[in-house]
């Protein structure tokens, strides 16, 4: 019998698997077992990576099993961040140990791997081995020894001499000055000449380019209330989450830069969101003018090992400011004193699979637990964040005004109906073509892309959709095919419909291709271009396009939402907005709030410079409130009717709502295991009297994905937690076959 104390840790696995599990941590790596650490544990019959949580009191039920190796020389996360860990993987009904991969940089864990291999009697047998782990980059330096006797002849001379001026240098340099010389290093090592030694560097991926600098503006009298609280926050040292609301070039960037600056001072850090479109290198430009302390960027177009370098960096302290898209949130930044969410209305800061979490929301929560400032900025909050203001969970911030005393565009509304199948009214062609004698340039809008947004039966009314998805195929002329934008289904167009077999197909429902054509036949001598990412794939090609604007060498760009965020564009004079109601039909409660939002983003573009703008909105819902509101640059108007409409059916902010999605290849699976979660939910509901309302099962909006057919299950609490006692208790008790996935979307925000 063993009397010593063992040493029991518990360990989070990265696997969809509930709970942490315990381990006995041998004599020999007991020194070395901190949490925040990677280990390496036998699990079922393989080997994984987990992290190391603590230390456990007592011993699990049966025999624990050992920890293998401790994977990190230092903790990756600290307690506080484990905190936060623990808070999402709560709040989210998501595993810990996949909430803290997900936070961590990817790539770095070892997992098992087999492979086949001959033994010694010639039969193959299955080896188990280690893949994976991010490696930490370094390079060699070599160093002169300089009272050594033994001396090298002819180009090893030459380098040791030069190695004796400049004291050290890497086998990269040497080689860019002396040519190959790798068996002349070799020999100088071994006679002792020079010494070897090796340096961690970083892959750095914004190489050292020159920004210049700048320094803070004299505020307006707006913005000079919100940084006087905004500093006031920062200096009592609490939580404080402040909505930013202002529209596009009313100076909210600048507010971020000043509150920054005063965080920077009391020597707390600051980590700025965006969306990830909106993580332009003019942006990044804009931080590193103004400050000179060490900046981190984060997007999605890192290689793994740049990402870890990055977040090495500011993991040891040598970035006082980190910027990036989503994922940014979970920088391992120490002492936050702000946190900015740019754009906070944007869909994309919610993570559609796996840890469904949504960055906006979590940013309070880190702020919450980290003492910070919070700032979400927009020019069309969403309502919620509105609703928080006017009841004062959000400090509200208003920059009413453009800085520079832009007008704002002249805006109207071009009615559809009865002009089916028209892709211009004639308001809108006659306004193309003032523009362009005029010498301005014309944005046209529309919110899908390919040539058709879908082929249609002229004499059945059969619409061509996805075998798969369910959702209608748009046709890419370009590639002459009909594609599926879920799952990349591809058919030829068919010469006669498959379903009747005599009526002839018609293309419906216009794309930017369609546009594109018909653009270049009205104004023939007019240069067209178009923004989609069908147009734009490939490095550099959204670039590209924003580039010939700006040059001038485009008279007119029709494109998608890519067009609607962010960028400037002074010689936009026009904006036509093609296709206003196609998000309006969407299945989903937000369709209006996202209408709203779009429209008056597109309307942002127009009369950025010293000429005014004017918007045509083209609709067939010239009635809409979200369209009359956007028209009108009516925030508050829109506000007030959207928040009435969410009140009286129940959505947020009046419930809280999670949606559950079965999937199965087989549909009978599927729904059985809906229909007896709804059943459990209810029980679960009745007996714990909770007030949350279980609708459905029913087939979701797209009831077939990648060949597996889908459930829903909404739920919605006016009170979260008696929201979050159903969900806790139904995972506890549910159980389905493997051959079914159920997914659980807390605070869902696309819903198809
Ligand atoms: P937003 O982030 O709301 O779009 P910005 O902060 O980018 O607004 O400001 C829009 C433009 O106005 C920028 O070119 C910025 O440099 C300038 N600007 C902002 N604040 C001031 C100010 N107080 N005085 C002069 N120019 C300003
Ligand atoms: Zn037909
Ligand atoms: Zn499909």
């Given at each position: 019998?063993?009397?010593?104390?063992?040493?029991?840790?518990?360990?989070?696995?990265?696997?969809?698997?509930?709970?942490?599990?315990?381990?006995?941590?041998?004599?020999?790596?007991?020194?070395?077992?901190?949490?925040?650490?990677?280990?390496?544990?036998?699990?079922?019959?393989?080997?994984?990576?987990?992290?190391?949580?603590?230390?456990?009191?007592?011993?699990?039920?049966?025999?624990?099993?050992?920890?293998?190796?401790?994977?990190?020389?230092?903790?990756?996360?600290?307690?506080?961040?484990?905190?936060?860990?623990?808070?999402?993987?709560?709040?989210?009904?998501?595993?810990?140990?996949?909430?803290?991969?997900?936070?961590?940089?990817?790539?770095?864990?070892?997992?098992?791997?087999?492979?086949?291999?001959?033994?010694?009697?010639?039969?193959?047998?299955?080896?188990?081995?280690?893949?994976?782990?991010?490696?930490?980059?370094?390079?060699?330096?070599?160093?002169?020894?300089?009272?050594?006797?033994?001396?090298?002849?002819?180009?090893?001379?030459?380098?040791?001499?030069?190695?004796?001026?400049?004291?050290?240098?890497?086998?990269?340099?040497?080689?860019?000055?002396?040519?190959?010389?790798?068996?002349?290093?070799?020999?100088?090592?071994?006679?002792?000449?020079?010494?070897?030694?090796?340096?961690?560097?970083?892959?750095?991926?914004?190489?050292?380019?020159?920004?210049?600098?700048?320094?803070?503006?004299?505020?307006?009298?707006?913005?000079?209330?919100?940084?006087?609280?905004?500093?006031?926050?920062?200096?009592?040292?609490?939580?404080?989450?402040?909505?930013?609301?202002?529209?596009?070039?009313?100076?909210?960037?600048?507010?971020?830069?000043?509150?920054?600056?005063?965080?920077?001072?009391?020597?707390?850090?600051?980590?700025?969101?965006?969306?990830?479109?909106?993580?332009?290198?003019?942006?990044?430009?804009?931080?590193?003018?103004?400050?000179?302390?060490?900046?981190?960027?984060?997007?999605?177009?890192?290689?793994?090992?740049?990402?870890?370098?990055?977040?090495?960096?500011?993991?040891?302290?040598?970035?006082?400011?980190?910027?990036?898209?989503?994922?940014?949130?979970?920088?391992?930044?120490?002492?936050?004193?702000?946190?900015?969410?740019?754009?906070?209305?944007?869909?994309?800061?919610?993570?559609?699979?796996?840890?469904?979490?949504?960055?906006?929301?979590?940013?309070?929560?880190?702020?919450?637990?980290?003492?910070?400032?919070?700032?979400?900025?927009?020019?069309?909050?969403?309502?919620?964040?509105?609703?928080?203001?006017?009841?004062?969970?959000?400090?509200?911030?208003?920059?009413?005004?453009?800085?520079?005393?832009?007008?704002?565009?002249?805006?109207?509304?071009?009615?559809?109906?009865?002009?089916?199948?028209?892709?211009?009214?004639?308001?809108?062609?006659?306004a193309m073509g003032e523009n362009l004698d005029a010498g301005g340039q014309t944005l046209?809008?529309?919110?899908?892309?390919?040539?058709?947004?879908?082929?249609?039966?002229?004499?059945?009314?059969?619409?061509?959709?996805?075998?798969?998805?369910?959702?209608?195929?748009?046709?890419?002329?370009?590639?002459?095919?009909?594609?599926?934008?879920?799952?990349?289904?591809?058919?030829?167009?068919?010469?006669?419909?498959?379903?009747?077999?005599?009526?002839?197909?018609?293309?419906?429902?216009?794309?930017?291709?369609?546009?594109?054509?018909?653009?270049?036949?009205?104004f023939?001598d007019a240069r067209?271009?178009?923004?989609?990412?069908?147009?734009?794939?490939?490095?550099?090609?959204?670039?590209?396009?924003?580039?010939?604007l700006e040059e001038g060498t485009v008279d007119i760009l029709?494109?998608?939402?890519?067009?609607?965020?962010?960028?400037?564009f002074p010689g936009v004079t026009l904006?036509?907005?093609?296709?206003?109601?196609?998000?309006?039909?969407?299945?989903?409660?937000?369709?209006?709030?996202?209408?709203?939002?779009?429209?008056?983003?597109?309307?942002?573009?127009?009369g950025?410079g010293d000429k005014p703008g004017r918007?045509?909105?083209?609709?067939?819902?010239?009635?809409?409130?979200?369209?009359?509101?956007?028209?009108?640059?009516?925030?508050?108007?829109?506000?007030?009717?959207?928040?009435?409409?969410?009140?009286?059916?129940?959505?947020?902010?009046?419930?809280?709502?999670?949606?559950?999605?079965?999937?199965?290849?087989?549909?009978?699976?599927?729904?059985?295991?809906?229909?007896?979660?709804?059943?459990?939910?209810?029980?679960?509901?009745?007996?714990?009297?909770?007030?949350?309302?279980?609708?459905?099962?029913?087939?979701?909006?797209?009831?077939?994905?990648?060949?597996?057919?889908?459930?829903?299950?909404?739920?919605?609490?006016?009170?979260?937690?008696?929201?979050?006692?159903?969900?806790?208790?139904?995972?506890?008790?549910?159980?389905?076959?493997?051959?079914?996935?159920?997914?659980?979307?807390?605070?869902?925000?696309?819903?198809?």
């Amino acid at each position: 019998m063993q009397t010593t104390s063992q040493h029991i840790v518990e360990v989070a696995i990265p696997l969809p698997l509930e709970g942490s599990f315990h381990y006995l941590v041998p004599e020999r790596l007991s020194a070395a077992a901190q949490a925040g650490k990677r280990v390496l544990v036998p699990f079922g019959r393989r080997k994984v990576t987990g992290y190391l949580l603590g230390d456990a009191d007592a011993p699990g039920a049966g025999e624990l099993k050992e920890v293998l190796e401790i994977l990190d020389e230092e903790p990756l996360f600290t307690t506080s961040e484990l905190e936060f860990y623990r808070w999402i993987a709560g709040y989210y009904l998501h595993p810990l140990g996949e909430v803290i991969k997900m936070a961590l940089p990817a790539g770095i864990n070892l997992v098992s791997r087999y492979r086949c291999e001959q033994s010694e009697d010639g039969t193959p047998v299955l080896k188990e081995y280690l893949a994976g782990g991010k490696s930490v980059r370094t390079e060699r330096l070599y160093t002169a020894v300089p009272d050594c006797s033994t001396r090298p002849r002819g180009k090893g001379l030459e380098i040791l001499e030069y190695l004796l001026e400049v004291g050290e240098c890497s086998g990269p340099q040497l080689r860019e000055r002396f040519g190959p010389c790798t068996a002349q290093l070799g020999r100088l090592v071994e006679l002792g000449a020079a010494r070897l030694s090796q340096r961690e560097v970083y892959r750095d991926p914004f190489k050292a380019k020159e920004y210049g600098h700048d320094g803070p503006l004299p505020l307006n009298l707006a913005q000079a209330q919100a940084l006087a609280k905004v500093s006031t926050a920062l200096a009592a040292g609490e939580f404080a989450p402040f909505l930013l609301h202002g529209v596009t070039g009313s100076g909210k960037t600048e507010v971020y830069l000043q509150s920054i600056a005063v965080a920077l001072t009391a020597g707390r850090s600051a980590l700025v969101l965006v969306p990830e479109i909106a993580l332009t290198p003019q942006l990044v430009g804009r931080f590193k003018r103004r400050f000179d302390c060490g900046i981190a960027v984060l997007h999605s177009g890192l290689s793994d090992g740049e990402r870890f370098d990055e977040w090495r960096r500011i993991r040891r302290g040598e970035a006082a400011i980190v910027i990036g898209a989503r994922s940014a949130l979970f920088a391992p930044l120490e002492g936050i004193g702000v946190i900015v969410v740019d754009e906070e209305h944007e869909g994309s800061y919610k993570q559609s699979e796996g840890v469904r979490y949504n960055a906006r929301d979590l940013a309070l929560v880190r702020g919450k637990l980290g003492k910070a400032v919070v700032l979400l900025g927009s020019a069309t909050p969403l309502v919620t964040s509105y609703h928080a203001a006017q009841t004062g969970r959000l400090g509200y911030l208003s920059l009413p005004d453009r800085v520079r005393d832009l007008p704002m565009p002249e805006t109207r509304m071009l009615d559809a109906r009865n002009h089916k199948g028209d892709i211009f009214l004639p308001d809108l062609v006659e306004a193309m073509g003032e523009n362009l004698d005029a010498g301005g340039q014309t944005l046209l809008f529309l919110n899908r892309r390919g040539f058709a947004t879908y082929l249609v039966c002229e004499t059945c009314g059969h619409v061509l959709r996805c075998p798969n998805c369910a959702v209608t195929l748009t046709y890419h002329r370009i590639k002459g095919k009909h594609v599926c934008h879920y799952c990349d289904f591809t058919m030829l167009p068919p010469s006669t419909c498959p379903d009747c077999q005599s009526g002839a197909i018609t293309l419906l429902g216009r794309g930017t291709e369609r546009v594109e054509d018909q653009v270049q036949k009205l104004f023939p001598d007019a240069r067209v271009s178009r923004m989609d990412r069908d147009s734009t794939r490939g490095k550099g090609g959204h670039a590209r396009v924003l580039k010939e604007l700006e040059e001038g060498t485009v008279d007119i760009l029709i494109g998608t939402q890519m067009i609607a965020k962010g960028h400037d564009f002074p010689g936009v004079t026009l904006v036509g907005v093609l296709s206003a109601d196609a998000s309006l039909n969407l299945p989903d409660f937000r369709s209006a709030e996202r209408t709203f939002q779009l429209v008056t983003q597109v309307m942002g573009r127009a009369g950025r410079g010293d000429k005014p703008g004017r918007v045509l909105v083209q609709t067939l819902a010239p009635e809409h409130y979200a369209l009359t509101h956007a028209v009108a640059h009516d925030y508050l108007g829109f506000y007030r009717e959207e928040i009435a409409f969410r009140e009286e059916v129940g959505y947020p902010p009046f419930a809280h709502l999670a949606a559950l999605t079965f999937s199965a290849v087989a549909a009978g699976q599927g729904e059985r295991a809906a229909d007896e979660a709804a059943a459990l939910l209810r029980r679960i509901k009745r007996e714990a009297r909770l007030r949350v309302e279980v609708l459905g099962p029913v087939t979701a909006p797209l009831g077939k994905v990648r060949g597996r057919f889908r459930w829903q299950i909404l739920l919605k609490g006016v009170e979260r937690a008696d929201l979050h006692r159903l969900l806790f208790h139904f995972r506890g008790g549910f159980s389905h076959t493997s051959t079914v996935r159920l997914t659980i979307d807390v605070d869902p925000v696309d819903m198809l």
